[in-house]
């Protein structure tokens, strides 16, 4: 293997809605792993690799906390979309506490700019 082509990639936890459409929610967190990976990032969606062997419905508390302790492994936090679930809330939150960078996106992988910091 040529180690001359691998570079230093960060974790990005992809936090987005599941529940709902559950089909088209994956399909669309798919695109936001894609988008980390050509952003130069390693994407990790626990509601992707998850629901392969969990039930949302009788799993959910645990699922929850394998989340956070995924999360706990990144360096970054980016959310998708207008639309947080409380799962996703939870995550924003935990991220917040550990002081992660957190950046959001819309739902076509643009980024979303916060001014919360902005005085007047």
Known sequence: MDNSKHRFMPVVFISSPYAGDIEGNVRKARCYCRFALESGYIPIAPHLFLPQFMDEKTERREA?????????????????????????????????????????FSETCQEVPHFENLSR
């Open 64 to 104: 929850m906390f394998m989340n956070l302790v995924l999360l706990s492994k990144c360096s970054e936090f980016w959310y998708f979309g207008d639309d947080i679930t409380s799962g996703m809330d939870i995550e924003r939150e935990r991220a917040q506490k550990r002081r992660m960078t957190i950046r959001h």
